[in-house]
């Protein structure tokens, strides 16, 4: 293969221009070119590709978010533009693609790659979504943030001894409320995948309370279905505590990538690169316990992510 393009697409995440500087640089490092393509499939679509040398991709690494931008393509969903975006590839002669992104991401890369594009899937998603890989590019960083929140939010909240409740970021997967939760000793993990109401969180908060604690910290994932505003109000009916609310949107999405996530980016693009020089059908780059590893890209998609029953109950029993 002598010449391969690379995108990134969906939710930006901390560590996806380390893996383009990746993808760029063992590219060239094989004699391959490498071209960039803006806005995700947007910028497909449009032909909005360029070569990149290695120069294009200097002093990126250390930067959050991605420096080609990056999109959620509503075109891309109808079979009449992804049949255009493969025709693009066709005419600046581009024979493999490196998608750097989440689920949606590796979905379209699989609709290119049943029209004949070879696919690699690099995990770039702050949100640890995918079933088939460990972590995903910018988790680390996400949670790492998160916690620094946590231990701001500390002081002030043990201060006033108050409840606080932090909504963070996660729509089907609980992963970064449940990392940073035992992390940050959370007393309550509030995320997707378990089932709890309203009076479990105040039972939880009140036991905290008979048992000493000065203030209590409520780890919320976006996903569950409980009005945040809501819970502190009630919170505060049913316990003798004021409760306030903390959301911090996409101050987690942002900031310069951690040891780990650059590594995971480097390592995961590069090896998406070694694949399509080798010239091996559509594959998902990833991580499964300390070892970088590939699954067929349709495979990948299908498979669902195992919720971490450990994590959460050593978490209830420390917090
Ligand atoms: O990247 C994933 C994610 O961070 C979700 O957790 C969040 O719900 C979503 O992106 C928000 O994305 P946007 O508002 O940029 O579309």
Known sequence: ???????????????????????????????????????????????DIEKMESYSVGDILQRGGTMLRTARSKRFLEDKWIDHAA???????????VVIGG???????????????????????????LGYTDYSIGFD?????????????????????????????????GDLALYAGLAGGADVI????????????CRRVLRGQRSGKAHSLILKAEGVQMDAAELAKVLE??????????????????????????????????KAVQLLYDDTPSRAIGVQEGQIISVELAKAIEMKREFRRDIYELAEILA
């Open 103 to 129: 689920e949606g991401s590796f979905k379209g890369g699989n609709e290119l790659s049943k029209r004949g594009v070879k696919v690699m899937g690099v995990p770039g998603t702050i949100d640890n979504d």
């Open 237 to 270: 009916e049913m316990t003798s505590r004021e409760a306030r609310t903390v959301v911090p949107g996409y101050i987690q999405r942002g900031g310069s990538p951690t040891e780990a996530d650059r590594r995971l980016a480097s390592q995961t693009a590069a």
């Open 190 to 201: 509030m995320i997707p995948e378990v089932d709890m109401d309203i009076k479990e969180v």
């Open 141 to 173: 960083t996400a949670v790492n943030t998160i916690l620094g929140l946590i231990t701001n939010i500390r002081d002030t909240s043990s201060s006033h001894e108050r409840s606080t409740i932090i909504e963070v970021m996660g729509r089907n997967c």
């Open 1 to 47: 293969m002598k010449r391969i393009g690379v995108l990134t697409s969906g939710g930006d995440a901390p560590g996806m221009n380390a893996a383009i500087r990746a993808v760029v640089r063992q590219g060239i490092a094989l004699n391959m070119e490498v071209y960039g393509i803006q806005r995700g499939y947007e910028g497909l679509l449009d032909g």
């Open 87 to 97: 025709k693009m590839l066709e005419t600046f002669g581009i024979e493999g693609l």
